[in-house]
């Protein structure tokens, strides 16, 4: 079956300090690979996508990712994050022939310490 | 920059009444999508929308549910007896094609409360 695990409900960071979200993914053709966010009150906004080539993708507000497919994983990282970071972010994945349906993620909840 | 819009921002409604969700998509995209977002639960999809009618559309999808291109603008989801369990937040999607390098853009939602 299709899925996406977000395996970190919650994670607390330090501003200035590095992070690294987690997603698995399980699927049986090439994914397209997908990072949101959504700010308190806000839309999902697009942060990067991953469709082939380059497995080090880098997106919007210092953002970047790395496709390793031997460990179906797309982990999002940032290495020095802003008390404007604080979201939730959500990893996604669509069928490479169409994004008719994106297949979400629970989501991953993250707060900034002063 | 141009943004999907969404009204009402949250919508209260009693069980049995229908409601309708509004949203406005990027001017120049053609493929519209509407998913839901259960409290604490993840994104769904429901719907996907072209050329005025349905592309694709999920379980969740049934026909309490309906969508409607009203207008040039405009892209509407009807829930026609609502339900406790459509308790939710709804978010409207666009893109400009449907491949899987078209980038959907959202709106910012509707929270739906059904008392």
């Known amino acids: 079956a299709q899925s996406v695990t977000q395996p970190d409900i919650h994670i607390t960071v330090s501003e200035g300090a590095s992070l690294e979200l987690r997603c698995n993914y399980s699927?049986?053709?090439?994914?397209?690979l997908f990072w949101y966010v959504q700010s308190p009150g806000q839309g999902l906004q697009l942060l990067l996508k991953y469709f082939s080539g380059d497995t080090l993708v880098q997106g919007i507000k210092g953002f970047e990712a790395e496709f390793k497919r031997s460990q179906s994983s797309f982990n999002l990282r940032k290495p020095s994050v802003h008390w404007s970071d604080a979201a939730e972010y959500f990893c996604?994945?669509?069928?490479?022939?169409?994004?008719?349906?994106?297949?979400w993620g629970a989501g991953t909840k993250l707060i900034i310490k002063p | 920059e141009p943004e999907v819009t969404q009204t009402p921002s949250h919508q209260v409604t009693q069980m049995g009444q229908e409601v309708i969700l509004r949203c406005v998509p990027i001017?120049?995209?053609?493929?519209f999508y509407w998913y839901r977002q259960i409290l604490g639960q993840k994104v769904e999809f429901l719907v996907s929308f072209y050329n005025n009618e349905i592309s694709e559309k999920s379980e969740i999808f049934d026909d309490q549910f309906s969508v409607e291109r009203p207008d040039g603008s405009n892209f509407t989801l009807k829930i026609r007896s609502t339900k406790l369990e459509d308790s939710a937040m709804y978010f409207c999607a666009s893109s400009e094609g449907v491949s899987g390098t078209d980038t959907q853009y959202f709106g910012p939602g509707t929270r739906l409360t059904v008392l």
């Open positions: 996604a994945v669509g069928p490479a022939r169409s994004n008719y349906q994106l297949i």
């Open positions: 001017s120049n995209h053609l493929y």
């Open positions: 699927y049986g053709a090439t994914p397209y």
